[in-house]
């Protein structure tokens, strides 16, 4: 089927076939975006004949759902250099292609992150001046929004100073679209808040943020600790892949036991089962404030077009919320914006860009 141009109503381009739970579940997920009231029409990728009786069902979506057909799936095993070989005709490059062409305004896949971030940057390019994209969550914290911003979760593993300066500009972009916030407060997450504390790149980049936050409109705050993340302290926070990646893990695993011992102690006598119920509704308003299904999806900042990777666990109620935010990035028009944000400090000389480097080999081994 030919993907039809842009018709000036916003267009949210759909990978049905990533994730756990399979194509049922994103469908379902698209029916929940649906009735929000927006406007928005999807574009659902992925093979027509498993795709049209699952949106057969839902006679809802019959005006909102265009279904393209992409007979070919991304494995969440497979390894991003295999993936890429073989991209046309899978579910996620035809996403990401309708993107590229500007018959979706953004693309949301629960599929692998790796194949989806080399995919992207191979589609869609990095914009002007960025060396490296991110990938940038809301985290629950008690900051002024409800959320901070955390980048990067895992998009590099590695970044070094000017990068680390460019998410701070990226990221407090996305605090100002996502969270509504005029003048973010923006840290860079280290061992210690001394400005002697933590390696040489990270004291270099603290000099590049700071000298970015006046033309990047910004609060610089300086360094923040692990302790930060959940604080109120900072609305964006800053670092690597590999330990951002590593605190977005731990924090779910520790939720996670957390959820688990609290069920065991209120199951433990007749006393405590009696006190769940009589706290039954102040768990319950604590488990929607910290319910990772309503902030799933991370962005990838710093590409020529939205993309917007939901967790591969989410089941519809998370897909749903990562596609509400596909919409609301859609709508503003972020990555022109982060692009603009990042050209303007390059050209003022505040983040001075590192050479250009061939796609990243960490992400396609």
Same mark, same amino acid.
């Given at each position: ?16 076939? =990533? ?63 295999a ?18 062409? =500007? ?15 080399v ?36 998009a ?30 923006? =840290?860079?997450l280290?061992?210690?808040v001394?400005?002697?504390?933590g390696?040489?790149?990270?004291r ?21 600790? =692990? ?27 520790a ?68 596609i ?10 972020f ?31």
């Amino acid at each position: 089927m030919t993907v039809p141009p842009s018709t000036g109503r916003l267009t949210i381009a759909v990978d049905a076939m =990533g994730g756990d739970h399979g194509p049922a579940c994103v469908v379902a997920a698209l029916e929940k975006a649906a009735r929000d009231g927006d406007e928005a029409r999807f574009l659902l990728h992925g093979p027509e004949a498993e795709l049209e009786p699952l949106l057969a069902r839902r006679r809802a979506l019959s005006e909102r759902v265009e279904v393209v057909d992409a007979p070919r799936v991304v494995s969440m095993d497979d390894k991003p250099s295999a993936a890429v070989r073989t991209a046309e005709g899978t579910s996620m490059w035809a996403a990401l292609s309708s993107v590229a062409t =500007g018959a979706a305004q953004a693309a949301v896949s629960c599929g692998n992150t790796g194949a989806l971030m080399v995919m992207a940057m191979l589609r869609l390019r990095k914009a002007e001046g960025v060396d490296r994209p991110a990938i940038a969550v809301f985290w629950p914290s008690r900051a002024r929004a409800g959320f901070s911003i955390a980048l990067d979760m895992g998009a590099d593993l590695k970044a070094d100073p000017t990068n680390l300066a460019q998410y701070a500009v990226m990221g407090a972009e996305y605090a100002r679209v996502g969270l509504d916030l005029a003048r973010p407060r923006v =840290g860079l997450l280290n061992v210690g808040v001394e400005e002697m504390k933590g390696r040489a790149e990270l004291r270099a980049a603290r000099d590049l943020i700071a000298a970015a936050a006046t033309p990047g409109d910004f609060d610089w705050r300086g360094f923040v600790e =692990g302790g930060d993340l959940f604080g109120d302290s900072v609305d964006v926070i800053v670092t690597d892949g590999f330990t951002g990646n590593v605190a977005l893990k731990t924090a779910e695993g520790a939720a996670a036991f957390i959820g688990d011992q609290m069920r065991a102690a209120f199951r433990h006598s007749l006393l405590s089962r009696l006190a769940a119920v009589a706290a039954m509704g102040t768990f319950s308003r604590l488990k929607k404030r910290i319910d990772p299904r309503r902030v799933n999806g991370g962005v990838f900042l710093g590409l020529n077009g939205v993309v917007v990777k939901s967790h591969g666990g989410a089941d519809a109620t998370g897909v749903a919320a990562a596609i509400r935010l596909a919409t609301r990035m859609g709508r503003t028009g972020f990555a022109e914006r982060v692009a603009q944000r990042v050209a303007l400090l390059a050209t003022d000389g505040a983040v001075s860009t590192a050479a250009a480097e061939p796609e990243r080999k960490a992400l396609a081994q």
